[in-house]
């Protein structure tokens, strides 16, 4: 059975680094494009980062740009998410999704096949 699987979610202090990581099963990840998504209590579901292949163009948004690093182990067919410099406002549930599709269309989260994760809690407070 083909799923998305993240890991490594935690509490963390601000200023604090984590790295979570999407697992694939059941699929080789190498030809979806990758997104990360997160939802902050009481807040939308926002798009976070997307990688896809050289021919398209990766995504951050733009509160996270200079501080989180999305990046393929195709080892382990997986993607990871580096977050660095992480602040209270990056409490949320992060979830990935693949799909293959452009970057500008997993970002929208308005794809009709593709595969999610069920998401992965990241805290940051003191």
């Known amino acids: 059975q083909a799923q998305l699987v993240e890991s490594g979610g935690g509490l963390v202090q601000p200023g604090g680094s984590l790295r979570l990581s999407c697992a694939a099963s059941?699929?080789?990840?190498?030809?979806?494009?990758v997104g990360w998504f997160r939802q902050a209590p009481g807040k939308e579901r926002e798009a976070v980062s997307c990688?896809?292949?050289?021919?398209?163009?990766?995504y951050y948004r733009e509160s996270v740009k200079g501080r989180f690093t999305s990046s393929r182990d195709s080892a382990s067919n997986s993607v990871d998410l580096q977050m660095n410099g992480l602040n209270p406002e990056d409490t949320a549930v992060y979830s990935c999704?693949?799909?293959?599709?452009?970057?500008?269309?997993?970002?929208?989260?308005?794809?009709?096949?593709?595969?999610w994760g069920n998401g992965t809690r990241v805290t940051v407070s003191s």
């Open positions: 999704a693949a799909a293959r599709v452009l970057c500008r269309v997993l970002v929208s989260g308005r794809f009709l096949r593709g595969f």
């Open positions: 059941g699929f080789t990840l190498d030809t979806y494009a």
């Open positions: 990688i896809n292949n050289r021919y398209d163009s990766s």
